[in-house]
């Protein structure tokens, strides 16, 4: 009689920001956001050199943190979500820790998109959503085997989430999304007229 298993699995993990840590207020975390590119001119002249639509921080401000309080809040709350999905993950992580390495704030208007990437020197990446318009893009993840599948055929359109080559999921504002920092993302096209507002983030184990 024949047996069928799965032998690796990928995991997302998916709460929403008030599960764990202090509570953070939807409403000032995106004044923030959007003071925080206003005012970050090192961040607004790298955008436009590096043809990236929207504003990201990711390449001015490396100290969010300390800077500004709601976001020491929020560092607080991503620590205690990442503490659970390691242990989801069943991490062993001897006499280190995962700490947080990097954060930043992303702003991504109509029509703008964020291509296939991975996170590269860390552990655990994520994100969480401070405003997700009606149309606003979701994310899409990739299967890590995608690039191994060189003769196979097309998954049928009625395939199960767990075997499609994509995934696309579609977060509302205080979710917070993680992943291993190995599995490749992108944001397609923003088709909303709002912004969509984002923070991510990455940890590293020492």
């Known amino acids: 009689m024949s047996e069928l298993s799965s032998i690796f699995t990928t995991r997302l993990y998916r709460a929403t920001l008030s599960e764990h840590g202090p509570a953070i207020d939807a409403r000032e975390l995106e004044a923030s956001c959007l003071s925080i590119a206003e005012d970050d001119e090192a961040g607004q ?4 050199e590096n043809d990236f639509p929207g504003y990201t921080s990711y390449a001015s401000l490396t ?3 300390w800077r500004f309080p709601i ?3 929020l560092v607080k709350s991503l620590d205690a979500h990442v503490g659970a999905f390691a242990e989801e993950l069943v991490f062993d992580l001897g006499e280190g820790r995962l700490i947080l ?5 992303n702003i991504l208007p109509e029509g703008g998109s ?3 990437h991975l996170h590269p020197h860390s552990v655990i990446s994520g994100t969480t959503y401070v405003a ?3 149309g606003a893009s979701a994310i899409r993840f990739e299967d890590p085997r995608l690039p ?7 998954r049928r359109k009625d395939a199960p989430a767990e075997l499609r080559s994509f995934s696309y999921v579609r977060p509302t504002v205080g979710d917070v999304l993680l992943w291993e920092s190995w599995l490749r993302h992108e944001v ?5 007229e709002e912004e969509r507002i984002s923070v991510s983030f990455n940890y590293a184990w020492r």
């Open 45 to 48: 002249a790298w955008c436009e």
């Open 63 to 65: 100290d969010l943190a």
């Open 71 to 73: 976001f020491a809040e």
């Open 101 to 105: 390495e990097d954060i930043w704030i």
């Open 114 to 116: 964020h291509s296939g």
């Open 132 to 134: 997700m318009p009606e």
């Open 148 to 154: 191994f599948m060189m003769a196979a055929p097309p």
């Open 188 to 192: 397609p096209l923003n088709t909303s």
